[in-house]
């Protein structure tokens, strides 16, 4: 089945503690991008990936780093949580040449105190 | 700059009514259009592309580049249809980004 998996579901931790969130997809997609979900604000884009070892920033990167040494995964590190950092995380994959259809996970619940 | 705009935060229509949520997009090449869909507790799915001019689960939605618009409409909306709704847009330029906006939460009232 084709999907895009992410670990963990649900996190708590406390500000400074650095956490991993994995994202793993199995479409032989090109471009992985991690978003953060608000109320009110939507769906914002933190960091993206156009292939292995391609990376970039989007609208909010600030206290977030990714890497994408395999094609398949692209993990979402905080190095020193906050609490402003709470929030619903989504990974999403896709082709970067057609079709454009993005292939989301299924949210990664996070909460710093 | 790419934008798009949906201007209403909260619908609530009741079961069998027309449904009608707007988007509206500023773009300066030829967009690519989508409806995104996310149920309670599930991730985000595409529900339609503009390009496809496809009716899902009786949703249909008309590109008017006169108007830059891309209204998502159903003729009598039912309650497993609430969910949050996000219009975006890709641009084909550069980073390939696709750009969301601020989404629409649709209630059906029985």
């Known amino acids: 089945e084709a999907q895009v998996t992410q670990n963990p579901r649900y996190l708590i931790t406390v500000t400074g503690k650095k956490l991993t969130v994995t994202c793993s997809q199995n479409m032989n997609h090109e471009y992985m991008s991690w978003y953060r979900q608000d109320p009110g604000l939507g769906l914002r884009q933190i960091y993206y990936?156009?292939?292995?070892?391609?990376?970039d920033k989007g609208d909010v990167p600030e206290g977030y780093k990714v890497s994408r040494k395999e094609k398949r995964n692209f993990p979402l590190i905080l190095e020193s949580p906050s609490p402003n950092q709470t929030s619903l995380y989504f990974c999403?994959?896709?082709?970067?040449?057609?079709?454009?259809?993005?292939?989301f996970g299924p949210g990664t619940r996070l909460t710093v105190t | 700059a790419q934008r798009v705009t949906q201007p209403e935060k909260l619908l609530s229509v009741f079961k069998g009514a027309p449904v009608e949520l707007k988007c509206n997009y500023s773009?300066?090449?030829?967009?690519?259009l989508f409806w995104y869909v996310q149920y309670s507790r599930q991730r985000l799915q595409l529900l339609l592309r503009h390009i496809s001019r496809e009716s899902i689960k009786g949703f249909t939605a008309d590109l008017n580049k006169g108007e830059t618009s891309f209204h998502l409409k159903k003729p009598f909306a039912q309650e497993e249809d609430s969910a949050m709704y996000y219009c975006?847009?890709?641009?084909?330029?550069?980073?390939?980004?696709?750009?969301f906006g601020q989404g629409t939460r649709l209630t059906i009232n029985p």
């Open positions: 773009y300066s090449g030829s967009p690519e």
């Open positions: 999403a994959s896709r082709r970067t040449r057609g079709p454009y259809e993005q292939y």
């Open positions: 990936s156009m292939n292995v070892e391609v990376t």
């Open positions: 975006a847009l890709i641009r084909h330029q550069g980073a390939q980004k696709l750009v």
